[in-house]
């Protein structure tokens, strides 16, 4: 469900793991490291951060799981708060994952199936994580996991399909189920089309303009909003 189209596959990047900066986590620094996906560290390490203050509240939600990355940083924090995360996916990748097509990773494609399937990947990463305990797999589309969805959350991360109708989806389908003082992120915002696919800084935009949340400081391309709690109003709201 990851589709980033500014940037190289993670894997083709010259990198080392960071012990250092990823103690803060708990996680294994080689785990995160050899694991697929698209998330930077520095975003990772605020994905943590921000999942180990909401979990405290209730359960978390992420859409676009792909082979697990974004999950141990959330997957991280909710195990120390004895939470839950759900992670949405249906594991068939995006249009761009596809053979053929410049996000395409052999390893990502099932030859008995013929078709990409990147849950056993997944599943690995789960296991490695020492999350199979904290991470409820939810193997959906996520406007199906939607359709019948009523448990309150305390963080949603859309990292999903980066059509507009994708992103649009996923922000109408699961913004009202986060509890006041919970939080949204929204990966790969980027601000000038040239840089990247708009649809998350579109719907990004929405919330912002809603009046429902804060916008706090973003981390990369990572954008942080924080539902506002019963009561509290705009700082904008006229005294009269």
Known sequence: ?????SREPEMAAVETPDREKT??????PALIFRTKGFLEPAEGRRLFQVALEASRLGPCLEIGSYCGKSTLYIGAACKKNHSTLFAVDHHEGSEEQQPGEGYFDPETWDIRQGRMDTLPLFRQTLSDGGLLDTVVPVLA???VAARHWATPL???FIDGGHTFAAAFTDYS??????????????HDIFKDPAAGGQAPHYIYNLAATSGLFAVLPM?????????R???EVLESFPDA
């Not at 469900?1 to 189209?5: A, F, L, T, V």
């Open 1 to 5: 469900m990851n589709h980033h189209p």
């Open 23 to 28: 103690d803060v986590t708990g996680i294994d």
């Open 141 to 143: 589309k996520s406007a």
């Open 154 to 156: 305390s963080l949603v």
């Open 173 to 186: 389908a699961w913004a009202g189920h986060i509890l006041p003082g919970g939080y949204l992120l929204i």
């Open 219 to 227: 981390t990369g391309t990572l954008g942080v909003l924080r539902r």
């Open 229 to 231: 709690a019963c009561g």
